[in-house]
């Protein structure tokens, strides 16, 4: 990952935003599996 040129801001923001999908993702597969 090439983070030269990108502001401290932009990086933790986009973090962020990857943290949040991620969990939902895996929200959405326990809850699968749950049903199961």
Not at 2 to 18: N, T
Not at 28 to 34: A, I, N, R, V, Y
Request: charged content about 45%; cysteine-free.
């Amino acid at each position: 990952m090439d983070l030269e040129g990108i502001p401290p801001f932009d990086v933790k923001k986009h973090w962020e935003e990857f943290q949040r999908d991620y969990l939902l993702k895996v929200e959405k597969l326990l809850e699968k599996q749950s049903e199961e």
